[in-house]
């Protein structure tokens, strides 16, 4: 009968809760005070830990697909008579340049300057656009040259690639018109920038993703 | 000495007043962004003029656009200001992705 009672787990009438202190009542009222006036202590620092974490899959996701091209590349000629280097070299500086508006907008914000804030989120939104018109008026000259996702494993590997970051860029807008929005409608201040500081995060991510596969597809 | 201290008084009464938490702080990285733009244009077209110099080009581009890519992270993602574990952490997928490629590239050869 006694060894049973020592396996059971205590009821919990045996174990009253420890009585809470005033000293207690006090902090937690201080902790939601200071919560409540700064929003944007708000899991601000995590959000932006996950955001590098996310960030790092993407690399991996990135390197399979670059892998699997430099797989198809080293075993053909390379695709260099239908690329044309000269439009995607203007491209990359349209990329480039909305990172820098992206910065520039989060700098705005920081600084309190609402009405430019807006403005370099509209312009890299603008920049945004025009990089995958091009891409997109580039995919159609490709086809009519018959370079195409069925061609062969190299147009293959060069459409995902591409695609997959055509893909990414196109979240981007839609996720800088998201915190456009929102900035639009008095969100945001200049303390409360998490928002923007991540959509940068992302966008200077596929920005520098391009950077790499103009070198490895268009220049090498 | 007396309008020393009243000096320094009036500037510590400044500073309380501006309260300097993220505005000049942000305000002193637009020259810095700029400059990183700026390089990252110049970076760009050396890479295109580049591809006309066909002995040494890849080892040259590759230099060229870690620069650019090393730019973006420090700068626009502002890594350089971060604390020290967010480095290391995106140094790990990079370091693999890395020896993933030069791994692709033995078995192509």
């Known amino acids: ?220 | 000495m007396a309008t020393m201290q009243s000096t320094e008084h009036g500037n510590t009464q400044h500073e309380s007043e501006v309260n300097p938490t993220t505005e000049a702080h942000a305000g002193s990285h637009d020259g810095t962004y700029l400059l990183v733009f700026g390089a990252l244009a110049v970076l760009t077209l050396i890479e295109v003029l580049s591809t006309y110099a066909a002995s040494f080009k890849i080892p040259l581009l590759i230099v060229l656009t870690s620069t650019k890519a090393i730019l973006v992270i420090a700068f626009y993602m502002h890594l350089r200001y971060e604390r020290r574990y967010l480095p290391v952490i995106f140094a790990a997928p990079i370091i693999i992705g890395v020896l993933v490629a030069l791994a692709i590239q033995q078995l192509v050869r």
Not at chain 1, 156 to 173: P, R
Request: net charge neutral.
């Open chain 1, 1 to 220: 009968m006694a060894q049973a009672q020592d396996i059971l787990p205590n009821p919990p009438q045996m174990t009253p809760p420890p009585p809470v202190t005033a000293k207690q009542v006090v902090a937690a009222v201080a902790t939601a005070q200071i919560e409540a006036a700064h929003p944007e202590l708000e899991h601000g620092e995590n959000r932006k830990f996950a955001m590098w974490l996310f960030l790092c899959s993407e690399v991996m996701f990135f390197t399979v697909l670059i892998g699997a091209y430099m797989m198809a590349r080293w075993k053909n000629p390379g695709p260099h008579d239908v690329l044309n280097i000269q439009i995607t070299a203007v491209n990359t500086f349209i990329l480039l340049s909305s990172s820098y508006t992206v910065v520039l907008a989060l700098s705005a914000i920081q600084q309190n300057k609402r009405t430019a804030f807006l403005r370099f989120l509209v312009l890299s939104i603008v920049l945004g656009t025009a990089f995958v018109s091009i891409q997109g008026i580039e995919y159609h000259n490709l086809s009519t040259e018959g370079f195409t996702l069925s061609s062969n494993l190299l147009g293959s590997a060069f459409f995902a690639l591409t695609g997959f970051h055509g893909m990414h860029v196109i979240i981007g807008i839609i996720w800088l018109i998201r915190t456009f929005v929102k900035g639009f409608n008095g969100g945001f201040s200049s303390k409360d920038n998490w928002g923007i500081e991540l959509v940068g995060l992302y966008w200077h991510f596929v920005d520098i993703v391009w950077i790499l596969l103009f070198m490895i597809v268009y220049l090498i």
